[in-house]
């Protein structure tokens, strides 16, 4: 069936730094990928999504690029900000499947 | 934006009581909703699938006769937790489906503590 590895956490980062959260994925045929946020006390937010191979989400500030030869998605920020603290989710919903899969989580935390 | 709303978002009960959570889209009619349930530590795992008008379809593991789920109009659906035990406990997530789009938007969660 299909499924998504996540990076664990916790992952902490000082104000400015470079982040990057892996995710891998296995599914069959061509899936739709997502990353989504959760911030505390809130539900999950879309952050951005790839519905193809070679395709880049992004979205304040965030990036991921669908990668089908690796089977990747992995999520990346330039420079994070104490706000991006959060648990991020890697999912996927395959074709012709209504259904989300996601991975883990991986809660961030950014210090000042 | 589309928005989903969740209630209760925290909810304490005594075992043996059943507890009913609403998720509610407010601004476009959800043909289908899902609920999911997340453990500590650990990803969402998909409960059951929604539809307007017809029986929930339930994932493979999960009780339908003690997750009641009710889908009664585009815009409600329901999560009646019967007959509640401590190992119920959890935080309980619907998200909603807006026409054909591939994209989910999710309530803010319930908090759900059975003592």
């Known amino acids: 069936g299909d499924s998504v590895t996540q990076m664990e956490g916790p992952v902490t980062l000082s104000e400015e730094a470079f982040l990057t959260i892996n995710c891998t994925y296995t599914a069959t045929g061509y899936p739709s990928l997502f990353w989504y946020v959760q911030y505390p006390g809130e539900g999950l937010q879309l952050l951005l999504k790839a519905t193809k191979a070679d395709d880049k989400g992004s979205n304040k500030g965030f990036e991921a690029t669908y990668r089908k030869e690796t089977t990747s998605f992995h999520l990346e920020k330039g420079s994070v900000q104490v706000s991006d603290s959060a648990v991020y989710f890697c999912?996927?919903?395959?074709?012709?499947?209504?259904?989300?899969?996601f991975g883990t989580g991986t809660r961030l935390t950014i210090i000042p | 934006g589309a928005v989903v709303s969740q209630h209760p978002s925290r909810v304490i009960c005594k075992s043996g009581t059943s507890v009913k959570i609403e998720c509610r889209s407010l601004d476009f009619q959800a043909t289908t909703m899902f609920w999911y349930r997340q453990f500590p530590k650990q990803s969402l795992m998909l409960m059951a699938t929604s539809n307007e008008g017809s029986k929930a379809t339930y994932e493979q593991g999960v009780e339908k006769d003690k997750f009641l789920i009710n889908h009664a109009s585009l815009t409600l659906s329901t999560l009646t937790v019967t007959s509640a035990h401590p190992e119920d406990s959890s935080f309980y997530i619907c998200?909603?489906?807006?026409?054909?789009?591939?994209?989910?938007?999710f309530g803010q969660g319930t908090r759900l503590t059975v003592v």
């Open positions: 999912a996927l919903n395959n074709f012709g499947n209504e259904k989300l899969t």
């Open positions: 998200s909603a489906r807006r026409g054909l789009t591939t994209e989910a938007f």
